[in-house]
């Protein structure tokens, strides 16, 4: 499985991006999906994660603002960001996992396979 993530760019603070991730290889709508983040100095954080059900979970920093959704017609898996905020600025990766839904859905170690990352920058 291949994911490239798509989308990142520069807005001003209360503006809104959508991320795109598409995916590769058979089997997607199996998947479950999520977006992680890493700030400048950070490590890496979770943000969102849909599940093949499309039952959704995300970070409290994000919740209410950001939207994870996918469509399995495309093989992609989208964060629609809402109302952005100068510490939502990160490098975003999405990523996949075909096992089953079990584990710690918030850790990378739940995640088998990743993209490359794009870049959101959020001036204020």
């Known amino acids: 499985v291949q994911l490239q993530a798509s989308g990142g760019g520069l807005v001003q603070v209360g503006g809104s991006l959508r991320l795109s991730c598409a995916a590769s290889?058979?089997?997607?709508?199996?998947?479950?999906l999520g977006w992680f983040r890493r700030a400048q100095g950070s490590e890496r954080e979770f943000v969102a994660v849909?599940?093949?059900?499309?039952?959704?979970y995300y970070a409290p920093s994000v919740k209410d603002r950001f939207i994870i959704s996918r469509d399995n017609t495309k093989n992609t898996v989208y964060l629609q960001m809402n109302g952005l905020k100068p510490e939502d600025t990160a490098v975003y990766y999405c990523?996949?996992?075909?096992?089953?839904?079990?584990?710690?859905?918030?850790?990378?170690?739940?995640?088998?396979?990743w993209g490359q990352g794009t870049l959101v920058t959020v001036s204020s």
């Open positions: 990523a996949a996992r075909n096992r089953a839904w079990d584990g710690n859905r918030y850790t990378v170690d739940f995640y088998d396979y």
């Open positions: 849909i599940s093949r059900s499309e039952y959704t």
């Open positions: 290889g058979r089997a997607f709508n199996s998947y479950a």
